[in-house]
């Protein structure tokens, strides 16, 4: 079982499967357009201009477990983040990340990358995911990790492609 075996809808409901990004590099993270990290967003768009031509796939999975920061309805909150932080990336539709709602893939990532404070909850918004092109997910990121100071493991997984 792998990061490719899984699926997930857009903000419109169409369903992508995880398989069309075999061989990419994908950034997982949850996020949210009222948090005091959505500045976060331009810096995860910065990294997704800089590098979707070498591999890399950005996917946005908002979240509104974490202090109802991600209040409105997946269309509107598409268009928000690309009005106000110029996202371009892949948002999914609203989904939990943690408890027993939580998407599959959150399920699946926190039980593979569980170690240290981490244990196997997401803390925040915008904690991030480094997933190979083989669907192994290799990296957690900190909520407040900034993605510039992430971008030399992405690298480091571009390389590897």
């Known amino acids: 079982m792998n990061f490719h075996n899984?699926?997930?809808n857009k903000p419109n409901g169409e369903t992508i499967s995880m398989d069309e990004f075999k061989?990419?590099?994908?950034?997982?993270?949850?996020?949210?357009?009222?948090?005091?990290?959505?500045?976060?967003?331009?810096g995860l768009e910065k990294l997704?201009?800089?590098?979707?031509?070498?591999?890399?796939?950005?996917?946005?999975?908002p979240c509104n477990q974490f202090l109802?920061?991600?209040?409105?309805?997946?269309?509107?909150?598409?268009?928000t983040c690309q009005i106000n932080h110029g996202v371009t990336f892949q948002l999914m539709k609203k989904i939990e990340?943690?408890?027993?709602?939580?998407?599959?893939?959150?399920?699946?990532?926190?039980?593979?990358?569980?170690?240290?404070?981490?244990s196997n909850r997401i803390?925040?918004?915008?904690?991030k995911f480094l997933i190979d092109g083989n669907g192994n997910p290799v990296k957690r990121f900190s909520p407040k990790t900034k993605p510039a100071d992430i971008e030399k493991d992405i690298v480091n997984e571009l390389n590897k492609l």
């Open 6 to 8: 899984f699926e997930a």
């Open 23 to 42: 061989g990419k590099t994908v950034l997982v993270v949850n996020t949210a357009t009222k948090c005091g990290l959505t500045p976060q967003f331009t």
């Open 48 to 61: 997704h201009q800089e590098y979707k031509d070498k591999g890399l796939v950005v996917l946005g999975f």
């Open 68 to 79: 109802g920061q991600e209040p409105v309805e997946n269309e509107k909150m598409e268009e």
């Open 97 to 118: 990340v943690n408890g027993s709602n939580a998407h599959p893939i959150y399920k699946f990532l926190k039980r593979k990358l569980n170690a240290g404070w981490f």
């Open 123 to 127: 803390k925040w918004n915008f904690e």
